[in-house]
């Protein structure tokens, strides 16, 4: 699923760019009438005309709502942009880790993957998140659980103490350390009025 979002983006991407850079050429290199393909109620152009006016646009500026409306769309399209950007980036490549059979890696998303697994398959999980971090021969795995309402973490601390011991076993050669976060959604109390 990662690597179809992945493709999915990247496609999008060079489309959206393409079609820039092809409009861009066109308009550049043609000089075609583009002004007789406007819609019928845009104003007509002039000879020196630009797409806003001066008066127009200072009649905007000087409107109480402007300033706070531009500035306030282009914070939350910054702050869009820098979320979709971080999240692109933490999510590239992940090590793998070498084995102790010849040839033989294991892929940390692929560990992820199973740890997360297994920890949903436990009864009072709701969700899990897992997190493999690798060093030299130390592997820390961070598993965040979130716990469905009414259940305590020590009726669920021995199953994902199990499922610790089974995955240090696997990873033999490396030594593994797992840490565990719980969370849990409060009960939504219906309100009186």
Do not use: K, N
Request: glycine content about 8%.
């Amino acid at each position: 699923m990662r690597r179809s979002r992945t493709v999915l983006d990247r496609t999008a991407l060079a489309v959206v760019g393409l079609v820039f850079l092809l409009g861009g050429s066109w308009l550049a290199l043609t000089r075609a009438p583009w002004a007789t393909r406007l819609p019928a109620w845009w104003p007509e152009p002039g000879a020196r005309a630009v797409l806003v006016d001066p008066a127009g646009l200072a009649e905007l500026r000087s409107t109480g709502w402007w300033t706070p409306s531009v500035m306030a769309a282009s914070i939350a399209a910054t702050v869009l942009l820098a979320l979709w950007c971080v999240r692109l980036l933490r999510g590239g490549a992940r090590p793998s880790l070498p084995l102790p059979a010849p040839g033989s890696t294991l892929r940390t998303r692929a560990l992820e993957d199973v740890v997360t697994r297994h920890a949903v398959g436990i009864g009072g999980v709701g969700r899990c998140r897992t997190r493999v971090l690798a060093r030299r021969r130390q592997l820390q795995v961070r598993l965040h659980v979130r716990l469905q309402p009414d259940v305590a973490p020590a009726d669920v601390l021995p199953a994902l103490a199990e499922l610790a011991g089974r995955t240090e076993s696997s990873l033999t050669p490396y030594s593994v350390r797992t840490r565990v976060r719980f969370s849990t959604r409060s009960h939504r109390r219906s309100h009186v009025r």
